[in-house]
């Protein structure tokens, strides 16, 4: 797939993002989010990509597979929220997706650092890049359209 490797941004809109935003970093009371925590990756970052990477975690099936709907729902109350544009999201699904395909950090955690918490999240992990590669156009749809 390096025919498919996303050129460089030629400046998406950037903004403050927590970096590392999924359920984990979630505190609740009852059924609603009180707080997010973790803030050590808060940078400076394209916001439509730390929009994909958090959908991508909080809508991935344990089979590895994302919730289309769901992540339609998502992608349309984030694009209204945040005023940015389908091209902006189809981007940063690609950048993403690539990113996913590149990116071995459980199996670093696991034989660098001799971390085994993550271990349980390597199927799906793995089971979502090779779906998403499939189901490209059909992810990509889900936050654009």
Not at 27 to 36: Q, S
Not at 108 to 130: C, E, G, K
Not at 131 to 144: H, I, K, L, P
């Amino acid at each position: 797939h390096a025919h498919r490797r996303p050129p460089t941004p030629e400046g998406p809109a950037t903004g403050w993002v927590h970096g590392d935003f999924h359920p984990l970093n979630l505190l609740y009371r009852g059924a609603d989010p009180v707080a997010i925590v973790d803030w050590d990756r808060l940078d400076v970052q394209p916001r439509a990509e730390e929009a994909v990477r958090a959908a991508a975690i909080f809508f991935v099936r344990p089979a590895g597979q994302l919730d289309l709907a769901k992540v339609r729902a998502y992608a349309r109350a984030y694009r209204r929220a945040a005023g940015a544009g389908a091209g902006e999201l189809a981007a940063a699904v690609h950048r993403v997706w690539w990113e996913r395909l590149n990116d071995f950090w459980i199996l670093r955690w696991r034989y660098r650092l001799d971390d085994r918490r993550a271990d349980p999240q390597f199927p799906a992990v793995s089971a979502l890049a090779v779906w998403w590669t499939r189901e490209y156009e059909a992810v990509c749809a889900a936050f654009t359209e």
